[in-house]
C-alpha cells in the first residue's frame, strides 16, 4: 500500500505564481482549477472586477450572491452593472433586481470588505399588463433599496427614471458616495 504524500508550497511562492499572473485571467482560472493551494490567492485577483453587462448574466450574479457558500464578496472591489436590456425579461426582471438588491444589500452589511462600487443602470422599463401597479414601478430600479448600500463610491446613472425626489432620498444615505454622473430623463 502506497502512503500518500502532501505537498503543500509556502505561501510566499503561492502569492509570487499568483501574482505573475495576474494580467493572464485564463491562466489564473487554470492554475486555481488545478492545486487547491492557488485559489484562495487567485480568488483575490480573479473576483476583484466583476462587471456584469447583460441581464441574463445579472440573473446568475444575484444567484451566486443569494448562496450560503458562496465567498466571492470577500473578494471584490469594484462591482459594475450594465443592465440595459432588463426589459428583455419580461416579467422576471423586476424579481431579479430585487434578490440582486438584496444580495448586494447582504454583501454591503455583513462582509468586511472594502467596496469601491460603479453601479451603472439603464434601466428603462414600464409597466407591463398584468403587473400588480402598486407593488411595480414604472422603472424597475428601487430607489428606496439604495439605502443601505453607504458603502458605494462611485454611481452612474443612465436611462429613464421616475422620481427624481427619491433618487435624492437614498443618495443622502449613501455617505461614502466620491463620484455621481447622471444621465437620465426624469
Given at each position: 500500500?502506497a502512503?500518500?504524500h502532501?505537498?503543500?508550497?509556502?505561501?510566499?511562492?503561492v502569492?509570487?505564481?499568483?501574482?505573475?499572473m495576474?494580467?493572464?485571467?485564463?491562466?489564473?482560472?487554470?492554475?486555481?482549477?488545478?492545486?487547491?493551494?492557488f485559489?484562495?490567492?487567485?480568488?483575490n485577483?480573479?473576483?476583484s472586477?466583476?462587471e456584469?453587462?447583460n441581464?441574463?448574466?445579472?440573473?446568475?450574479?444575484?444567484?451566486?450572491l443569494?448562496s450560503t457558500?458562496?465567498?466571492i464578496?470577500w473578494?471584490i472591489?469594484?462591482?459594475?452593472?450594465?443592465?440595459?436590456?432588463?426589459?428583455k425579461?419580461?416579467?422576471?426582471g423586476?424579481?431579479?433586481?430585487c434578490?440582486?438588491?438584496?444580495?448586494i444589500?447582504?454583501?454591503?452589511?455583513?462582509?468586511?470588505?472594502?467596496i469601491?462600487s460603479?453601479?451603472?443602470?439603464?434601466?428603462?422599463i414600464?409597466n407591463?399588463?398584468?403587473w400588480?401597479?402598486?407593488y411595480?414601478?414604472?422603472?424597475?430600479?428601487?430607489w428606496a433599496?439604495?439605502?443601505?448600500w453607504?458603502?458605494?463610491?462611485?454611481?452612474?446613472?443612465?436611462?429613464?427614471?421616475s422620481?427624481i425626489?427619491?433618487l435624492?432620498k437614498?443618495l443622502?444615505?449613501?455617505?461614502?458616495l466620491?463620484?455621481?454622473a447622471?444621465?437620465?430623463?426624469?
Open positions: 500500500m502512503s500518500e502532501v505537498v503543500s508550497l509556502p505561501n510566499d511562492i502569492n509570487e505564481v499568483v501574482l505573475s495576474d494580467d493572464s485571467q485564463h491562466s489564473l482560472m487554470a492554475v486555481a482549477l488545478v492545486s487547491k493551494a485559489v484562495y490567492s487567485s480568488r485577483i480573479l473576483f472586477n466583476i456584469v453587462k441581464a441574463s448574466r445579472l440573473q446568475q450574479l444575484a444567484s451566486l443569494d457558500h458562496c465567498t464578496p473578494a472591489d469594484t462591482l459594475v452593472l450594465i443592465l440595459q436590456d432588463c426589459s425579461l419580461k416579467p422576471t423586476q424579481r431579479i433586481v434578490k440582486l438588491s438584496g444580495a444589500n447582504h454583501m454591503l452589511t455583513y462582509f468586511r470588505v472594502r469601491s460603479t453601479l451603472v443602470t439603464a434601466w428603462a414600464n407591463y399588463p398584468g400588480v401597479t402598486e411595480y414601478t414604472p422603472s424597475t430600479l428601487r433599496r439604495m439605502t443601505n453607504w458603502a458605494l463610491r462611485e454611481l452612474t446613472i443612465r436611462g429613464n427614471h422620481r425626489e427619491d435624492a437614498a443622502s444615505h449613501l455617505t461614502l466620491e463620484s455621481l447622471v444621465s437620465t430623463m426624469w
